[in-house]
């Protein structure tokens, strides 16, 4: 069995007989430094993705030729996964927005709903994926700042976390008209509030991201 961390061959990384499950604890253990994440794992040239890990967790390292651990910093991994969500954010919410607002004006409720329920998923993984990047830099949402008008002549810092409480109050009020039918109060949601929303949420990713892993 062949091991290269991050296109280092590491001989004798197990003592004895070890499972899938066994080795990746001991190479997080003893080669992935306190502020680095396992970014990407590949056995025999297939990505060890999440079912194949349930997969073949139990199965004995000896089953297999060849694994390539790539690691990042804790920085970096965090940064990336902002800065991938700042542009899914910026390429699907103005379409998706007009998607929703011309089923609403032709009337086409249910086309509405379900255009809303996609659009309604990249926010949920916008709070997922800074709630994870927060852990993985070992800091507290309160404690996040960013500048209000980075552009502007005497930009102002700002707390993350006031933003967060507008966006749950925006995401609550969606919630509530879609509840109560309240279609005229949807569309205005959509059409007044979540355009600025979207900046504004992208310049927040992008500035935490240049904060996790500055960018040269």
């Not at 970014?39 to 194949?52: K, M, N, S, V």
């Not at 994926?129 to 070992?138: F, G, I, P």
């Not at 007044?192 to 904060?211: G, H, K, M, R, V």
């Amino acid at each position: 069995m062949k091991l290269l961390v991050n296109d280092k061959r590491i001989e004798g990384a197990f003592n004895g007989p070890v499972t899938l499950a066994g080795a990746l604890g001991t190479i997080q253990d003893s080669h992935v430094g306190p502020n680095e994440v396992i970014a990407h794992i590949t056995i025999d040239g297939l990505p060890l993705t999440a079912e194949r890990l349930s997969i073949w967790k139990d199965r004995p390292m000896d089953d297999f030729d060849e694994m390539l651990v790539a690691t990042k910093s804790r920085g970096s991994f965090a940064a990336e996964a902002l800065r991938m969500i700042a542009q899914r954010l910026r390429d699907e919410s103005a379409p998706q927005r007009a998607q929703i607002s011309e089923h609403l004006g032709q009337g086409r409720c249910q086309e509405a709903m379900e255009s809303m329920f996609g659009y309604l998923q990249v926010w949920i993984a916008i709070q997922q994926n800074l709630a994870a990047a927060t852990r993985l830099m070992d800091l507290e949402t309160d404690s996040l700042e960013i500048f209000s008008q980075p552009g502007s002549p005497s930009p102002r810092v700002q707390s993350v976390a006031q933003y967060i409480d507008y966006l749950t109050e925006q995401l609550t009020r969606v919630k509530s008209a879609i509840e109560a039918g309240d279609l005229v109060l949807l569309g205005d949601i959509m059409e007044y509030e979540f355009p600025e929303l979207t900046d504004t949420w992208s310049n927040i990713l992008l500035q935490l991201a240049d904060q996790f892993n500055p960018q040269e």
